[in-house]
């Protein structure tokens, strides 16, 4: 004679769908803190387009040039004659990167007189700051 288990043992299964669930809403919630933590020292021009890789430096200079012709060092309004004696306290070492943010509809000419500028004010490198298009 067979004895019946009072207790049927049932498998225990884990459900997916609700783990997945919260992991969707932690990536979004990581994604938009990371967002909103991102720091740039620059006015917003329209900049244009192409492919560059990340900028790595630790405390670059923001070179800001608008179509109007306004020039700008990390939120600084400056003129091209000011422009060297304002950059030479801000470039730390000589690896301190200038970032040239220039506006795609701003004058070629006061772009590169500019950089001439922060050239004589210290500055070895530059990095050209470009909107991203895939």
């Known amino acids: 004679m067979k004895i019946k288990r009072s207790r049927s043992t049932k498998k225990g299964r884990i459900e997916i769908i609700p783990m997945i669930d919260v992991m969707f809403f932690l990536l979004a919630t990581f994604m938009l803190a990371s967002l909103s933590m991102q720091n740039l020292h620059s006015l917003p021009v329209n900049l244009p ?4 890789d990340p900028v790595k430096a630790v405390t ?5 040039i608008t179509k109007e012709s306004n020039i700008f060092l990390d939120k600084t309004a400056v003129t091209i004659e000011s422009l ?20 795609s509809a701003a ?5 590169v007189q500019a950089m001439l500028r ?3 004010a210290g500055a070895q490198h530059f990095l050209i700051a470009v909107k991203h298009v895939d």
């Open 49 to 52: 387009e192409g492919h560059a």
């Open 118 to 120: 922060a050239r004589q």
């Open 84 to 103: 060297a004696s304002t950059l030479k306290p801000m470039l730390i070492s000589d690896q301190t990167s200038v970032i040239v943010s220039a506006d």
């Open 60 to 64: 670059p200079v923001t070179l800001t």
């Open 107 to 111: 004058p070629n000419g006061i772009t």
